[in-house]
């Protein structure tokens, strides 16, 4: 019976696969409606996407199959979208950061301004994750930081060992030099001596136990929370940039896609204009959070001042080290850091809001957009193959050289981009893309938001509150992907039912789907951290349990203070009120 369970459990997927359409069938058989059939069609990807049983950007490819309105000319359409391409530009400019290790450069240069004492290890840590996360996804930046987050506690550690062993053992031979004087003295002080030696030797052996214990538990904490600040901080990170991380794509895809006529209103310089200062605040939280449960709240003994012992000197010097194997900084990385401050100043200034952006007075023509926030990332793309690696030389410099003379690589190589480009996030989008367009035209998210009607007599805070709980809570099991994708249709078409702002639900439940702090399973930052074995499960939900309540109401209170003064959230708007009507 065992090995039967076994063998069942090892075939776990092929049996999925077979079974969760034919388990759902009858809802499109027996209602036989465009919702039952929408309904259908977001179950079987629901469900194939949180089992994986197939990989999620395969199971992606079902909804040319299974659209119960569109012919699959129309549904495929949706898979490659402007928002796709503003998710290549910017991973593209993320790869060429991370080939040329400058994403390390600038997380070393930071660490080694605000010093190793613990408290300002966690403050280091979590702000040049979150700066890094910000722009290249948050699993490269969780596997670049965390091993350096490590050699710093082992060298703090070791270094404490070493000035303890010194301590004991000078204080052993301040004890030798004491019993040589009292043997003069005879037989019967020899002998009493004798005990003192004893008992002497016993305390010695007591004090580097206790020391030694004292030093594992305080290094371990330390480890812990470390682990802990790079993967949170990961995440968080994310929420503060479109391109940071998938949801917040998906959201403006989608809301573009829904409502046609929403003007724009999220680009990348709104997004970040209410995100980051939210991000700021997460973080903060996230920091005394994990202070008080790792190294206690003596902020003053934490932060101390500067360097104050050789221990944290040896330990500063782990980290000045790795940056000095770095080098001077190379051509190719001066070039990639230019065209990225590059882009993010033509993102910002594209479309400000509070003026008129370079995009509307150079490239508008009536009320046409020729330019979006995925033309200038493919831009910059495009210059990073195109600009070379390495300066340029004469033909006699070349020759001097010997050899076959070769033109220097580009910034940025398609094998390089071959190797590192998760093409799979791109199918996901896609995929996603075209399930919330099937769910509009079939008006299931139509049926499911007007059921959700007996909302209206909450508050609208009380509303935005309560799903991001049930999206931060549900995305601990299923991926952010999953989670938008199937969320955002149902909440658009539940704030035209109830007469609110669609960004006042969508826009928090967004950023909620990147709460995911509680289980190693359920983002990737996670799983790296666990990995390293310094963490059990229960840590990380002890943990992550309270960052997910303080990430939801300050989602909230930014979303109820400058968010509703930025997107107008407090009227309902005409371009929502002209759209989602249903078929």
Not at 211 to 221: D, G, I, L, M, Q
């Amino acid at each position: 019976m065992a090995e039967f369970r076994e063998w069942l459990w090892a075939h776990r997927n092929y049996f999925l696969i077979v079974l969760i359409p034919l388990l759902a069938l009858p809802l499109p058989l027996v209602i036989n409606t465009s919702e039952a059939k929408g309904g259908y069609a977001i179950i079987l990807m629901a469900l194939y996407w949180c089992t994986e049983c197939i990989p999620p950007p395969a199971a992606a490819h079902l909804t040319a199959l299974t659209d119960p309105i569109l012919p699959p000319p129309q549904v495929c359409m949706h898979y490659l979208k402007d928002i796709n391409m503003l998710f290549v530009g910017g991973l593209l400019v993320a790869v060429a950061v991370e080939s040329c290790n400058l994403h390390k450069r600038i997380a070393l240069r930071v660490l080694l301004l605000v010093g190793v004492r613990p408290a300002l290890l966690l403050i280091g840590f979590m702000s040049v994750t979150a700066f890094l996360s910000m722009w290249i996804s948050n699993t490269a930046t969780t596997s670049m930081m965390l091993p350096i987050a490590h050699a710093v506690v082992k060298q703090l550690s070791d270094t404490e060992e070493q000035a303890d062993a010194r301590e004991l053992g000078q204080a052993g031979r301040d004890n030798q030099a004491l019993e040589l004087s009292e043997l003069r003295e005879g037989k019967q002080a020899k002998a009493a001596q004798g005990k003192v030696e004893t008992c002497s030797v016993e305390d010695g052996e007591s004090e580097a136990e206790r020391r030694r214990k004292a030093r594992e538990e305080k290094y371990k904490s330390l480890s812990k929370g470390l682990s802990l600040c790079v993967c949170y901080s990961a995440s968080i990170g994310g929420t503060a940039t479109l391109t940071g991380t998938t949801p917040n794509l998906i959201l403006k895809g989608q809301l573009d896609s829904l409502f046609p006529g929403n003007k724009d209103v999220i680009n990348f310089a709104s997004w970040f204009a209410f995100a980051f200062p939210n991000m700021l605040m997460m973080l903060v939280c996230a920091w005394l959070w994990l202070q008080c449960m790792y190294l206690g709240f003596n902020l003053r003994k934490s932060l101390g001042c500067g360097l104050q012992n050789a221990r944290d000197h040896e330990a500063y010097q782990v980290m000045r080290n790795e940056y000095r194997k770095l080098g001077a900084m190379t051509y190719a990385e001066a070039n990639v850091l230019a065209l990225f401050s590059l882009l993010v100043a033509l993102w910002f200034t594209r479309e400000p809001g509070f003026m008129p952006g370079w995009a509307s007075l150079l490239f508008n023509k009536g009320n046409q957009t020729y330019v979006t926030d995925s033309t200038v990332a493919i831009l910059v793309a495009l210059l990073l193959f195109a600009l070379p690696s390495q300066i340029i030389r004469s033909p006699l410099e070349s020759r001097k050289e010997g050899g076959k003379v070769k033109a220097p690589p580009g910034l940025l190589t398609w094998q390089v981009v071959h190797e590192r480009m998760p093409w799979n996030i791109i199918l996901l989008l896609g995929g996603g893309f075209a399930l919330a367009h099937g769910s509009e035209k079939s008006s299931l998210s139509l049926w499911l938001g007007n059921s959700l009607t007996p909302l209206q007599n909450i508050p609208p805070f009380g509303i935005s509150v309560l799903l991001c709980l049930l999206v931060a809570t549900f995305t601990e099991c299923s991926s952010n992907v999953a989670t938008t994708t199937l969320f955002l249709p149902i909440l658009a078409s539940m704030a035209i039912s109830i007469k609110i702002h669609p960004l006042y639900v969508m826009l928090p439940c967004t950023i909620s789907a990147s709460l995911a702090f509680m289980l190693p399973v359920a983002t990737a930052p996670n799983a790296i951290a666990f990995s390293y074995g310094n963490l059990k499960v229960i840590d990380m939900a002890k943990a992550g349990f309270m960052l997910n309540i303080i990430g939801v109401f300050t989602i909230n209170l930014a979303l109820n203070t400058w968010g509703a003064a930025m997107f107008g959230l407090n009227e309902f708007p005409s371009w929502a009120n002209a759209t989602m009507t249903g078929p």
